[in-house]
């Protein structure tokens, strides 16, 4: 057991963002499917690193509330998945640049909705991270079949890398039973899949211990989940594949689901009934600081190291006296809300003000791909600042139903000539000052244009830069469209 491997391990996964961090040895994964085990993906292997992100409470206790298929801020858990690869790459290539052979896993966003070969498991992951976070010692399954942690209950996604270096495991959860039946899950569930075509039991032995829970029927499950049908439609008593593919043919589809049995589920220690500030689940107990102090300045400072770091252009914090004065409602969308901080990026277009709509009609490729990397950049700073200041003891909100408009243009953030506006906007219980801050990625450094850019690249993860002039990539250009001339690009849109 390399215990100082496991010491830098658990660290470059905090620094990176991870909320939990277990080692699971491969015996711990003894009785899963070959096929979805750490072994069956990388013959050697000898641990798994698993490590979760929590949801920010805010988000879980609010969102959800008028239907589960009304989604504003539970949506930041699409770029949690995004972090959650980020964290798993990167631990991946720390790994095996130290040379351990090493399989970072995407997180779960894909299944094998069917059983494969001998592997009769639907819905089936490459490995299942939840059962991983119990193999790693960071929880238990509770009766809804998700990871329970002490800290934050089912609040949690989780990531596992299967790696050959052996690593010390962290001791099984061994605490309080996390799950004590209150039925919750059962009670919400807007499928009522805890009640209607539940199969027994499914019993899941880790190291001796038995983690029983309901044998859900998965399709039913999936009625909003995963095939977004609506959940006011007459859900028949039996639901399968083809009953839902012929509902998505016959009804079309509504939109993604809040996962339900995930709102609801806090262990007892950590419930704390507020009615006044949300009606379905309770609120998680956690430390919060009292709102008449100050902001610590380091936490101004946090959050400007997060905007750079994602390269963004300005970072605005409003208090809660400007934001009365505008007639801003923060408190119909947080209602211990204080403070805002409005985030901005700008995509400048290299032509004039009056060809921008031109230059993204014919240049869709580059237009999706500078569009799609501001909004990962705004959003994976939003989900970090939160988690930062909900880790203090305020509360976050990110993704609000709160419009932008007024703050931007309080802000005087407008999408200018061929400058186009990206703003993301968290509400938040810490009392902020009003401070406006330019320009927090930009950089006077000086030098060798090229050796600034490679050094860039490789601190974003690069392992190599190269460079060539547009008059080389013009003279390749002329050879390819001699090449590809026969060919159409054709963009598929589902509507
Ligand atoms: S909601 Fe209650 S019954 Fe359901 S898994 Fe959580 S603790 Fe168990």
């Excluded at 491969?26 to 750490?38: D, I, Q």
């Excluded at 972090?83 to 640049?97: N, Y």
């Excluded at 639907?122 to 002490?150: K, R």
């Excluded at 211990?209 to 989940?225: D, I, P, Q, S, Y």
């Amino acid at each position: 057991m390399d215990h100082k491997l496991t010491v830098a391990v658990k660290e470059f996964a905090y620094t990176l963002g991870a909320d939990l961090v277990g080692i699971a040895p491969v015996s711990r994964y003894e009785n899963a499917p070959v096929k979805m085990s750490p072994q069956g993906i990388l013959p050697g292997a000898k641990s798994v690193v698993v490590c979760a992100i929590h949801h920010p409470d805010a988000a879980i206790e609010l969102d959800g509330e008028v239907h589960p298929q009304i989604m504003g801020p539970y949506s930041i858990q699409y770029i949690m998945n995004t972090k959650l690869d980020f964290l798993s790459f990167k631990i991946g290539r720390m790994l095996e640049d130290l040379g351990y052979p090493t399989v970072p896993i995407a997180s779960s966003n894909i299944w094998r909705y069917r059983g494969y070969r001998d592997l009769e498991a639907v819905f089936a992951p490459d490995v299942s991270h939840i059962y991983g976070g119990v193999c790693a010692g960071l929880g238990e399954l509770g009766w809804n079949g998700l990871c329970i942690t002490p800290e934050y209950g089912a609040r949690n996604r989780f990531v596992s890398i299967i790696t050959e270096a052996e690593l010390e495991p962290t001791p099984m959860y061994s605490g309080k039973k996390l799950c004590d039946m209150c039925g919750e899950c059962i009670r919400k569930c807007p499928t009522d899949a805890y009640r209607k075509e539940v199969n027994g039991t499914k019993d899941v032995v880790i190291e001796n211990k038995h983690h029983v829970f309901a044998n859900k029927n998965l399709w039913r499950c999936a009625w909003g989940e995963h095939f977004d049908l609506d959940l006011d439609l007459p859900i028949p008593d039996q639901v399968d594949e083809q009953v839902l593919l012929d509902h998505v043919k016959q009804h079309g589809i509504r939109h993604g689901e809040f996962g339900v049995c995930l709102k609801v589920c806090l262990p007892k220690h950590l419930r704390q009934p507020d009615p006044d500030y949300c009606k379905i689940s309770v609120r998680r107990k956690r430390h919060t600081i009292p709102s008449d102090l100050p902001v610590h300045s380091a936490v101004y400072d946090t959050v400007l190291s997060i905007a750079g770091k994602n390269t963004l252009d300005h970072v605005h914090f409003i208090s809660q006296k400007t934001l009365e004065e505008q007639g801003i409602p923060m408190k119909e969308h947080l209602p211990d809300g204080v403070g805002a901080i409005l985030l901005t990026d700008h995509i400048k277009l290299p032509c004039q003000a009056d060809e921008a709509k031109a230059f993204r009609e014919t240049h869709i490729m580059e237009w999706n791909t500078m569009s799609r990397t501001v909004r990962v950049n705004l959003t994976i700073a939003e989900l970090d600042i939160c988690r930062e200041l909900e880790k203090i003891g305020y509360s976050a909100l990110p993704k609000t139903y709160l419009k932008h408009d007024a703050l931007q243009k309080l802000c005087h953030e407008t999408t200018e000539n061929n400058a186009i506006l990206y703003s993301a906007l968290i509400l938040t219980s810490a009392p902020l000052e009003d401070r406006h801050v330019l320009d927090v990625s930009h950089s006077d450094a000086r030098g060798n244009l090229k050796e600034r850019l490679t050094r860039a690249a490789k601190e974003a993860g690069a392992d190599l830069v190269g460079f060539a002039s547009a008059f080389a990539i013009d003279e390749i250009a002329e050879q390819l469209r001699e090449i590809r001339k026969e060919e159409t690009i054709v963009f598929a849109t589902d509507k």
